[in-house]
């Protein structure tokens, strides 16, 4: 059975032993940091190791011997090994190479598609990571930070991403957690955490927020609302390349129109480096002084406070458009807003804050440190989740992900682990054979990629599909699990409206452990599932299209030469073989050859077909 990708909604909560420690994660494009809730003080607190800095770049550099650096460490190799030193992956999350093409230049390492799928990768030297890798080595970086200061094994986590992530974002995100080997009991949207961290959820009244977001690299504006401790995302804005870099950029800019020999600066790219980081420097000095005094290689950099606020005035208004765009769709106007609140380091420039002041007519939050709060608000997200907040209601969970066998004989979850009960889920899916008339519909329980890794709970067939073309039926699945743990199961195909149904108990027979077990089990072999999965998802499309290319030989006979037909039948037997080998990117690259031999001719018998059927329909 093949899937249609339908959004499903459920909210989960965890099922863990209390006191255990989850930690908050904000995994930000520049940054990312890694917090805790304090049990003594009730506080959340970010994790930074002696005389380190809470914010760990995220950045990601490769040795020469193949050893891989996270951080601070890594950040130093951004000049001298730039193909090797991976920055801004959270950019490349869920994307595909086509989408992310057009802004290779501003990437310094290499971006490919390739492997098993449009996903895009990063080259270092001769291998192949994806964004989901790279993410996780980070995480692994911050997991391990935490472990060392505390003193204790980290499993489970909270983990922030924009609130506009799509689904295919939050699940790289999800994965990248599980590769790190943590347990992502959530993923939650960054401004929601920020509005956490400053307790606005506590408020008894409906009220709007709205979070403004300017980083290192880029400016976001989210409108949420808040009613019963529950948070909807009402409107968002933003610019992806917008953030604290583009005033760092205007200071160079300003300091070199006032200077003879810029041409020296624009020639030479380390000196232009080194004076965009003097120009940071300067910014933020300029952010707690009204002037500055300086020199740089005999370049003058004195400035005013008030020069630079005239010379980036002009960003600031780019911002206060994206807010308006916000507001705009949300149908609001700034005197609707309850609460302000700003969040990434570039907000601490005074000019932010009194324009963001003014727009609204109020004050913003803006006593938590603006490069923490997001993973604050994580920890204490975190904390409910370990059960340890005791004024918030905890409800029975389902501990293990409910789901049925798709094609390739991967586990399609729709009710994921943690989901609250009782809850229900339903997607749609088709039959992947011409004319099949039977569905079988096979229900799992469990964590892992393929279906005979989990546990099996029942199967029946859904009979008497009218017989149509293979992708056209819509079956819905239903699963509905009661407050009693009892799954329901219901298939109906919505042309013909046959339907049938069973009842499952999934945790019937299963112990505590048993399920601990099924837990560590995904975790340990996260890696290899992933790589399975990406190898069925393959053969699954490479069957496909075997299949519809064998239909076209037939449908074009006419039109193809003898040796037109060979060399197609030659390049199926083949792909055939190939998938005996079980070699991904060797069937990638023979799928996406015969693709360009074969779709040529495939347009034309599509135009001949075409053009058939309007004689048809002009001769009366
Ligand atoms: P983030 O990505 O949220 O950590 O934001 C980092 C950005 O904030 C960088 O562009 C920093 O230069 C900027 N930033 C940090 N502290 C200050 C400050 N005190 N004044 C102005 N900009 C700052």
């Given at each position: 059975?093949?899937?249609?990708?339908?959004?499903?909604?459920?909210?989960?909560?965890?099922?863990?032993?209390?006191?255990?420690?989850?930690?908050?994660?904000?995994?930000?494009?520049?940054?990312?940091?890694?917090?805790?809730?304090?049990?003594?003080?009730?506080?959340?607190?970010?994790?930074?190791?002696?005389?380190?800095?809470?914010?760990?770049?995220?950045?990601v550099y490769?040795?020469?011997?193949?050893a891989?650096?996270?951080?601070?460490?890594?950040?130093?190799?951004?000049?001298?090994?730039?193909?090797r030193?991976?920055?801004?992956?959270?950019?490349?999350?869920?994307?595909?190479?086509?989408?992310?093409?057009?802004?290779?230049?501003?990437?310094?390492?290499r971006?490919?598609?390739?492997?098993?799928?449009?996903?895009?990768?990063?080259?270092?030297?001769?291998?192949?990571?994806?964004?989901?890798?790279?993410?996780?080595?980070?995480?692994?970086?911050?997991?391990?930070?935490?472990?060392?200061?505390?003193?204790?094994?980290v499993?489970?986590?909270?983990?922030?991403?924009?609130?506009?992530?799509?689904?295919?974002?939050?699940?790289?995100?999800?994965?990248?957690?599980?590769?790190?080997g943590?347990?992502?009991?959530?993923i939650?949207?960054e401004?929601?955490?920020?509005?956490?961290?400053?307790?606005?959820?506590?408020?008894?009244?409906?009220?709007?927020?709205?979070v403004?977001?300017?980083?290192?690299?880029?400016?976001?504006?989210?409108?949420?609302?808040?009613?019963?401790?529950?948070?909807?995302?009402?409107?968002?804005?933003g610019?992806?390349?917008?953030?604290?870099?583009?005033?760092?950029?205007?200071?160079?800019?300003?300091?070199?129109?006032?200077?003879?020999?810029?041409q020296?600066?624009h020639?030479?790219?380390?000196?232009?480096?080194?004076?965009?980081?003097?120009?940071?420097?300067?910014?933020?000095?300029?952010?707690?002084?009204e002037?500055?005094?300086?020199?740089?290689?005999?370049?003058?950099?004195?400035?005013?406070?008030?020069?630079?606020?005239?010379?980036t005035?002009?960003?600031?208004?780019?911002?206060?458009?994206?807010?308006?765009?916000?507001?705009?769709?949300?149908?609001?106007?700034p005197?609707?807003?309850?609460?302000?609140?700003?969040?990434?380091?570039?907000?601490?420039?005074?000019?932010?804050?009194?324009?963001?002041?003014?727009?609204?007519?109020?004050?913003?939050?803006?006593?938590?440190?603006?490069?923490?709060?997001?993973?604050?608000?994580?920890?204490?997200?975190?904390?409910?989740l370990?059960?340890?907040q005791?004024?918030?209601?905890?409800?029975?969970v389902?501990?293990l992900?409910?789901?049925?066998?798709?094609?390739?004989?991967?586990?399609?979850?729709?009710?994921?682990?943690?989901?609250?009960?009782?809850?229900?889920?339903?997607?749609?899916?088709?039959?992947?054979?011409?004319?099949?008339?039977?569905?079988?519909?096979?229900?799992?329980?469990?964590?892992?990629?393929?279906?005979?890794?989990?546990?099996?709970?029942?199967?029946?067939?859904?009979?008497?599909?009218?017989?149509?073309?293979a992708?056209?039926?819509?079956?819905e699945?239903?699963?509905?699990?009661?407050a009693?743990?009892?799954?329901?199961?219901?298939?109906?195909?919505?042309?013909?409206?046959?339907?049938?149904?069973?009842?499952?108990?999934?945790?019937?027979?299963?112990?505590?452990?048993?399920?601990?077990?099924?837990?560590?089990?995904?975790?340990?072999?996260?890696?290899e599932?992933?790589?399975?999965?990406?190898?069925?998802?393959t053969?699954?499309?490479?069957?496909?299209?075997?299949?519809?290319?064998?239909?076209?030989?037939?449908?074009?006979?006419?039109?193809?030469?003898?040796?037109?037909?060979?060399?197609i039948?030659?390049m199926?037997?083949?792909?055939?073989?190939?998938?005996?080998?079980?070699?991904?990117?060797?069937?990638?690259?023979?799928?996406?050859?015969?693709?360009?031999?074969?779709?040529?001719?495939?347009?034309?018998?599509?135009?001949?077909?075409?053009k058939?059927?309007?004689?048809?329909?002009?001769?009366?």
């Amino acid at each position: 059975m093949a899937r249609i990708p339908i959004d499903i909604k459920s909210g989960s909560l965890a099922s863990v032993a209390p006191n255990e420690t989850i930690v908050g994660i904000d995994l930000g494009t520049t940054h990312s940091l890694i917090a805790y809730l304090d049990a003594q003080t009730r506080k959340p607190v970010c994790l930074a190791e002696h005389g380190q800095r809470t914010l760990v770049p995220s950045i990601v550099y490769f040795t020469d011997e193949g050893a891989i650096q996270v951080g601070d460490p890594a950040r130093l190799h951004l000049i001298d090994a730039p193909e090797r030193t991976i920055y801004s992956v959270k950019r490349l999350m869920g994307k595909s190479f086509r989408e992310v093409q057009p802004l290779e230049s501003y990437f310094g390492y290499r971006l490919s598609a390739q492997e098993g799928s449009e996903l895009v990768r990063i080259r270092v030297g001769d291998r192949y990571y994806t964004p989901i890798e790279l993410s996780a080595f980070i995480l692994q970086e911050l997991k391990s930070r935490a472990e060392r200061i505390l003193n204790r094994p980290v499993r489970k986590a909270v983990i922030t991403v924009p609130a506009y992530f799509n689904d295919a974002q939050r699940q790289a995100t999800r994965d990248a957690g599980k590769l790190a080997g943590l347990e992502v009991l959530r993923i939650i949207n960054e401004p929601t955490a920020a509005a956490l961290a400053y307790g606005l959820d506590k408020n008894p009244d409906d009220e709007i927020i709205a979070v403004y977001d300017l980083g290192g690299g880029t400016f976001d504006i989210s409108l949420l609302r808040i009613s019963n401790g529950i948070f909807e995302v009402l409107a968002t804005h933003g610019d992806t390349f917008l953030g604290g870099d583009d005033f760092d950029r205007a200071l160079v800019d300003f300091w070199l129109s006032r200077s003879a020999d810029k041409q020296e600066y624009h020639n030479n790219r380390r000196l232009m480096q080194e004076l965009r980081l003097k120009a940071e420097e300067v910014k933020i000095f300029l952010s707690s002084h009204e002037h500055y005094q300086g020199s740089f290689h005999g370049l003058d950099l004195t400035v005013s406070r008030a020069d630079f606020e005239q010379e980036t005035r002009h960003l600031i208004e780019r911002t206060l458009h994206g807010v308006q765009l916000a507001l705009r769709d949300a149908g609001l106007k700034p005197n609707q807003i309850h609460h302000v609140v700003l969040v990434g380091g570039a907000t601490r420039m005074p000019m932010v804050k009194k324009a963001v002041t003014d727009f609204f007519g109020r004050l913003p939050h803006d006593q938590l440190n603006p490069d923490e709060v997001v993973a604050l608000g994580a920890a204490i997200q975190a904390d409910v989740l370990a059960g340890n907040q005791k004024d918030i209601l905890l409800l029975d969970v389902t501990p293990l992900s409910l789901g049925i066998e798709t094609l390739g004989e991967l586990m399609d979850v729709l009710i994921p682990r943690n989901s609250r009960i009782p809850t229900a889920a339903s997607r749609i899916y088709t039959t992947s054979r011409d004319g099949q008339t039977q569905l079988r519909i096979s229900v799992y329980q469990g964590e892992r990629d393929l279906v005979k890794d989990n546990r099996k709970l029942a199967e029946f067939i859904l009979k008497n599909i009218p017989p149509m073309p293979a992708g056209l039926p819509k079956v819905e699945i239903t699963f509905t699990l009661n407050a009693d743990g009892i799954l329901q199961v219901r298939a109906r195909e919505l042309r013909s409206g046959m339907e049938q149904a069973i009842e499952v108990k999934p945790q019937y027979g299963l112990t505590s452990e048993q399920i601990e077990q099924m837990l560590a089990d995904s975790l340990a072999h996260a890696r290899e599932d992933l790589a399975q999965r990406t190898l069925r998802e393959t053969i699954t499309e490479a069957q496909q299209l075997i299949t519809s290319t064998e239909k076209f030989l037939v449908a074009a006979k006419d039109l193809l030469s003898e040796q037109e037909i060979q060399t197609i039948t030659h390049m199926v037997k083949q792909l055939r073989s190939a998938l005996d080998d079980s070699d991904a990117d060797r069937i990638r690259i023979l799928m996406q050859e015969l693709n360009e031999y074969a779709s040529p001719f495939a347009e034309q018998l599509m135009n001949q077909t075409l053009k058939a059927a309007l004689e048809i329909k002009k001769t009366p």
